[in-house]
DNA sequence: TTATGTGCAAAGCCTTTGCAATAAG
DNA sequence: CTTATTGCAAAGGCTTTGCACATAA
C-alpha cells in the first residue's frame, strides 16, 4: 500500500529526516480505511514501537498534513482523524457504532460552482459530512426490535 | 427576533426552568448573524451580567440544543460555534478573517439521495462546509498588491 | 418550600510545547 | 559532526463537573 521510497523522498526533499516513527504513522493511516485519530494510532503502533509516545505522532501528523500526504477529517468528535487519501471526497459518520466511511465519487462541483457563484467567495476547500445509521447497526436494531 | 413567551414556554414544557441567563443567551444568538463562540457570547454578555460565568453558556447551550433551539456548528477551528437558526443550511468560514456566513437555501436534495441511494445509511442529517476568501478579504489582498 | 440553576474553582480531554537524550544525514 | 527528532512531562485551550449558594416555581 505505502509506497516507502515514494514517501522518504518526499520527506528528505522538504527537509525533514527520515525515521521508522514516521513510516510507520503513515503506513498505519495507508493500510486502514477507519480514519484512526491519533490514540487509535497509537494504539496500533504501541506493540511494535512500545516508546513511542502521542506526542511523536502529533508532530508526525502536521508534517504529513504539512507535504500533502494525508488529510484532517473533522466530523465533530472531540478528536480529530486522519485519512491517507488525500483526493478531495465527502465522509459519512455512523451515529450509533460511530465508524467513519469514505464516500467516493461524489461529484462536488455543481454544489460548488453554485456557491462560488452565490457567496462571491474565492473558494479553497470544502467538507460534506454526512450522519446516519449504518446498514449493519440497522440490521442490529431489527433484530433487538424483531 | 426573540420570541420570549416561546422560549419560556418551551423551558418550562421541558421541565427547564426560566432565567434570565438562559434568556439573555439565547438573545444574543438570535440578534447575531456572526455564529459566535462560548466566549464571544460571554464577552457580548459581560456589560450586562458582569457574575454569569462560561459555565453557565456551556450549560444553557447544551439546553437550548437538547430542546432543538440551536445548531452546533463545527468549522474546524479550536472552538464551537452556535447558530440559533435552526434550518439545515450550509455555512462558509473565511480562511482570512474568519468570519462565518451562512448560506441560505442550498438545496441538499440532490447529495442527500444520492448519498443514501449508494450508503445505504439511514441518513439523519449532514454538514456542509466551505473554505475560501471572502469578497471583503480579496479587496484588501488586492489593494495590497496595487 | 424544594428542586433546579448559577458561578466559582478544579478537573478532563485532546493537542501542543520545552527540553535533554538520541538518531539521521 | 551537526542538526533534526524522539519521548517524557508539563502546559494550553476548550469544555465539563462538583459543590455551596442563590433563585425559580
Known amino acids: ?17 527520515v525515521t521508522p516513527q514516521r513510516l510507520a504513522i503513515y503506513n498505519v493511516l495507508c493500510n486502514t480505511k477507519a480514519h484512526p485519530n491519533a490514540e487509535m494510532i497509537f494504539n496500533k503502533l504501541q ?17 504529513l498534513k ?24 465527502s465522509h459519512i459518520r455512523c ?9 467516493m465519487d461524489f461529484d462536488f462541483t455543481p454544489a460548488i460552482k453554485d456557491v ?16 446516519g445509521v449504518c446498514p449493519e447497526c440497522q440490521a442490529k436494531a431489527n433484530r433487538k426490535i424483531g
Not at 1 to 17: C, I, N, S, Y
Not at 71 to 87: F, H, P, T, W
Open 66 to 89: 504539512e507535504i500533502n500526504l494525508i488529510q484532517i477529517i473533522n466530523v465533530g468528535e472531540d478528536s480529530l482523524r486522519y485519512d491517507a487519501v488525500v483526493k478531495s471526497h
Open 116 to 131: 462560488a457563484q452565490r457567496t462571491s467567495y474565492d473558494l479553497s476547500g470544502q467538507q460534506f459530512y454526512f450522519y
Open 47 to 63: 506493540p511494535y514501537y512500545p516508546t513511542m509516545s502521542l506526542a511523536t505522532i502529533y508532530k508526525t501528523i502536521d508534517i
Open 1 to 17: 500500500m505505502m509506497d516507502a521510497k515514494k514517501v522518504t523522498a518526499l520527506l528528505r526533499k522538504k527537509g525533514f529526516k
Open 95 to 103: 451515529t450509533v457504532c460511530n465508524k467513519v466511511e469514505d464516500i
